[in-house]
């Protein structure tokens, strides 16, 4: 028996585009076997509100009710059906959802379509809000097909953890069954450590459950939360096919025979949580060195250059944009975004650099930003921000009577730069993509309204020590394409004379790891100055990040590449008494 | 028995005021009697991620500790307790959270801290995330204290819905047991409909489980969220006592003795629900007039000042702030939001407006702005913004050989204002507050990091044609101390000549009702037409709507005072295909 596995690569809510890829298998004829789709390919995923909304409701029932029909039309066939992710509403009389279902449909040629199984596990943590929705589904699926017995899970149901009454997983081996084949269609959003997760999880339910096991994920940036695809087969411990990343792709992979030496006996109570792992600060610690954080490997560079530029892409194309621009200052950061945007522009896309000096900007940014330019092919325009300044600070002298200085007169040069960035992006029809990085976030070490601006933020999910390794490791691949010069200065927001970053802030290195121990939300102010970090800079940065939570309210959407990461699941009140942070 | 109401107001996490609060109450000999504090008054609500994180953790547990070793020197009194909303941990030995419950603490001089009952029922939709944080307690409460039995409820615990599996007041019957008082301890979300449904509710169950309500809820505002009090206690149909709003409060009242002809005989049933009513578009339909958005009543008026005027200060308190800057255009919703500002300034905050006008700004413009200024008695600047727009211009022209024009020209002016207004309020430490009204907000009539910036939005949960019902009840109220061409003058935003807001949108009282009735989620483009809107409006508001979800990603916390507000509660994904919503 075929098993063909759909990576499919839809727009929340496109249900024409949806309706148009299925309908394509039959412009052919269809291959024969088990035919698999993602969670909710029929509607998108996370649709959040969406769901809730009588105007989607609507809109999907009839979308629903078209497919259905059309597959009754078709000519009856025994060995081939569809497996596909998508919701089930139970409605009042006034039309609210009773009951909402995250559920597996069944179409087979001939037939109308139906559900067969409702998703047990229903996350509800971090960027999860799926028990805001669903309602959770109380037995397990299996489905029979060409004398296969199938068992069925949707994502989340492969990750059991304490907080579940049920595993599911369990549950199928408890009904005494001998399983041909696992399948699990999924919306699993990505974060650099989840496909090794995923695959050691699947390892081990192929050997509890001694069946191989198939799983399909969406390909989507939706907003801030990327779904990569990566879909693959195992048997046992044996990898029988993989999928790309970021891409829509198919794969047909014969479903094996059973052998029973092929899988290992194993307990299930071992189990890889999701939940737990948020809170796994990723810093190394030995005794002869400060803990620091884990190093990325050359391959993750390249898989976070990929999910960034994958994530912006999406977004854009999503909004209807083909047009970038970005604020080069001459520091690693802006170097590195506008590198990544080069990397993954396509040929629809245009790309373009503004450099906005004020009289404490340095030769070498001018010098480092113009070069970038050059060795990327980029149009490169220069706007002295002085001018500009020296009207407002005029205005304020005139009307106000007292000029702009200390942090206004820092302030007003980042907003000036943010509001002729955007004027541009007016001007050309273009989305202006922002620059800061996860620590000056963190820390609130930006403008907002100036620097923190943007359609969407490429750094906002990197530390600045991994923005460096990102940018060696794109000069290691690419010829030294960005100038040395700008991985080798000091950073500096050049808001005044011979400022550093590290006049406020402490080393890179020594903020990222305890920015990481905060943001894990397991260490406490107290355990990192025991585990040898600096106590001073343990309490500073507390209370900047304490007090920063207000810029964050309002930063743009941040592509997410880590478990933790600011935006959508990172939930904090501004309003609060935060002393607790630097309680030692 | 003495029933004393304790209607706190803490801020989040202040572990060292809540104590002192506690403790202030032994410095003189306490009341003997039944001492009531809100829901979660040990901790703050909402926490948020905040009950996630280990820093949190360990010095709540701490402050725990303290009061439950303070408790156990107090001098032995059965006739004292008190019962305090706080959170209780179970953690593995990692320190991870296994299990956290809303509960109910029982104080009693002279012993140790203890819980007594979990929150059964834990609100999951809108701008509740319980299900997220906390595990639900399976069994009613009961406390035996002074021979009297007394049913314990946590907030939601009253309203029940089809979408929890227990009824806790059902329950409650269920034991057969004869209560001699109800209490509910709550951190109830404020909005304008909300306190009358709150009595009408605990009438209900008072009348179903014959015995007298108790109610005491926080006082605060985090962030979007108020909590207004209005603690009450009702006898049946009677009400025994009432709290004021958006204060501390005290009251202390005889519990009555058992009459059974006080109570009706009612059914539980018919429940008043709180999901849904977030679904009943707030629209008043007649065959003889278009639909309308239901006018608010004089006391609607005041309340709804009243609260955004705590929002703003606890806000501006609690960021450390005591200083406002508002930009006045002349336009309706600036003059509202400065009045407003006025009514509730204290002696220790400051508060000053700035004109920035445009040659597109009217002379009539200026005139309501500074007379307003006149009649509040508030410092008025100008500050031209011409000079600063041109210099702009000439830089384009000069750097990019290309004018700034149509949007790009129009934005930048509200770019500029908002430049000058945060750099102002840099210059003086204070906060701009955001003048941004609901119906704006929802079809994206607004220039993203231009007049969409600010602190907090006072009106962003009030539509325009409620933004004239408040200004024309100031001016009732406070002898038309708001210019009265402002009223009756249509709107514009000043961004190009001659321009009206009815260019580009339809007239307030149409938009607002197609407003209400998507926002409601309810009602489809269909339906609004088939109820006699104009087809083009519905499409048209449908379409800005949909395509504005990304600038209200990106704005300022919002003071909620409806059932369905914009900000934490509304969560829709930018990136989609929204043509949904216009189909008809």
Not at 381 to 386: C, G
Request: one cysteine or more; hydrophobic letters at 35%; a neutral charge.
């Amino acid at each position: 028996m075929k098993i063909h596995l759909h990576q499919t690569h839809q727009t929340i809510a496109s249900f024409e585009d949806i309706r148009t890829y299925l309908y394509d298998i039959y412009t052919s004829k269809p291959s024969q076997g088990l035919h698999l789709f993602p969670e909710s390919f029929l509607c998108g995923y996370p649709l959040m509100d969406l769901c809730l909304n009588y105007s989607f409701i609507t809109s999907y029932q009839k979308h629903m009710q078209l497919i259905s029909t059309w597959a009754k039309t078709l000519p009856k066939d025994e060995n081939i059906i569809f497996l596909m992710g998508g919701i089930k509403y139970t409605l009042t009389s006034d039309h609210l959802p009773k009951k909402i279902e995250n559920v597996i449909y069944l179409l087979t040629p001939g037939e109308e379509l139906r559900t067969i199984y409702t998703k047990m596990l229903l996350p509800n943590y971090d960027i999860f809000d799926e028990k805001k929705y669903f309602d959770p589904g109380k037995t397990v699926g299996i489905l029979n097909f060409n004398k296969k017995n199938i068992a069925l899970m949707i994502c989340e149901d492969m990750w059991p953890n304490a907080s579940y009454e049920l595993d599911p997983t369990t549950e199928l081996k408890k009904t005494g069954l001998v399983f041909d084949l696992i399948i699990n269609l999924s919306a699993s959003p990505y974060d650099l450590s989840k496909q090794e997760k995923r695959i050691i999880r699947a390892k081990e339910i192929s050997h509890f459950l001694k069946a191989p096991f198939f799983y399909v994920n969406r390909v989507g940036g939706e907003d801030e939360i990327l779904f990569d695809g990566q879909s693959f087969a195992v048997n046992g411990s044996e990898i029988l096919g993989k999928l790309n990343r970021f891409k829509k792709d198919f794969i047909s992979i014969d479903l094996p025979a059973y052998e029973k030496s092929i899988y290992q006996n194993i307990d299930n109570d071992k189990v890889t949580t999701t939940w737990e792992s948020l809170f796994v600060p990723n810093i190394i610690t030995n005794s002869k060195k400060l803990p620091h954080i884990k190093p990325l490997t050359d391959q993750e560079c390249l898989e976070a250059i990929d999910a960034l530029g994958f994530g912006v892409n999406e977004y854009a194309r999503k909004c209807g944009f083909s047009k970038f621009q970005v604020a080069l200052s001459g520091g690693i950061d802006s170097c590195l975004v506008l590198t990544i945007l080069k990397l993954h522009l396509t040929k629809t896309q245009t790309l373009e650099a503004i450099y906005m000096p004020s009289k404490f900007s340095g030769e070498l940014s001018l010098d480092i930003s113009k070069r970038l330019c050059q060795n990327l092919k980029i149009p490169f325009y220069i706007l002295p921000i002085e001018d500009v300044k020296m009207t407002c600070k005029s205005l304020f002298i005139k009307h106000m009577h007292q000029d702009l200085q200390g942090l206004a007169d820092e302030n007003i040069q980042s907003r000036i730069r943010s509001m002729l960035l955007l004027a541009r992006a007016n001007q050309t029809n273009s989305i202006a993509i922002n620059t800061s990085n996860k620590s000056e976030i963190a820390v609130g070490y930006s403008t907002i309204y100036g620097d923190s601006v943007g359609a969407i933020s490429l750094l906002g999910d990197v530390y600045k020590s991994e923005v460096y390794m990102l940018a060696k490791y794109i000069n290691k691949a690419h010829d030294n394409i960005i100038p040395l010069e700008v991985i080798q200065r000091p950073p500096t927001a050049e808001l005044r004379d011979n400022q550093k970053d590290t006049d406020s802030l402490p080393p890179y290195d020594i903020l990222d790891v305890i920015l990481e121990g905060m943001l894990s939300y397991r260490l406490t102010a107290k355990q990192m100055i025991e585990m040898g970090l600096p106590p001073d800079d343990v309490l500073s940065v507390s209370k900047l990040y304490r007090n920063s939570e207000y810029k964050r309210a309002q930063f743009c959407p941040i592509i997410k590449i880590k478990p933790k990461s600011f935006g959508f699941g990172y939930r904090v009140p501004t309003s609060k008494d935060g002393t607790f942070y630097s309680d030692i």
